[in-house]
């Protein structure tokens, strides 16, 4: 019996979902976002710190003109999801954060981890995450694989990969190694 490849059954590759026109125009606009450091929780410490050192990606909470048009499509892909899981128990969820950007310019990455994030959950909103729903805005740079489970996902700009946010599914990207990677993640509770 093969576990990851049974894994794999729950991670699911929408491919060319997001239009190139949307691509574009969305990291045209991200150069004027202010991005920090990405950083991990550390529930033993309550800290934030990254795991990558000077490696780790740069992140964004910012908008831009397409963010409303991004969270319509991250609402639509995890529903698509859900329908094509069919399982009775599971038929629809509470909400999605929006979508939160990514940059990894030249030697960036993101460490090994898996997603649970309880930052999301501020009194106001309540629940846990149960899905990360990641997409791609280009694909004109070098490095930066997605990993999940050890297997690397081939994604192109507008794809989208949906993915279970629970320790069963760690993941990473490797280091860009030429130009700079542009994505976007949400989740599902």
Known sequence: MNTQHELMHYAKLYRGVVSDEICSKTVSEMDTLEFKEHTFYNANTGEYKPRSGSQEL????????????????????????????????????????????????????????????????????????????????NDDYEGGEFVLIDEKIDLSKGDIIVFPSNFMYPHKVEPVTKGTRYSYISWIW
């Open 58 to 137: 740069s992140m964004s909470w910012g908008n831009v003109s397409t963010k409303k048009t991004l969270n319509d499509i991250v609402d639509d892909t995890a529903y698509k999801y859900v329908q094509d899981l069919n399982m009775p128990w599971f038929d629809k969820y509470q909400g999605y954060s929006h979508v939160r950007f990514n940059k990894y310019a030249e030697n960036k990455k993101m460490a090994l981890h898996a997603d649970h994030i309880h930052s999301m959950f501020d009194g106001e909103r309540k629940g846990i995450p149960i899905l990360s729903v990641l997409g791609v805005l």
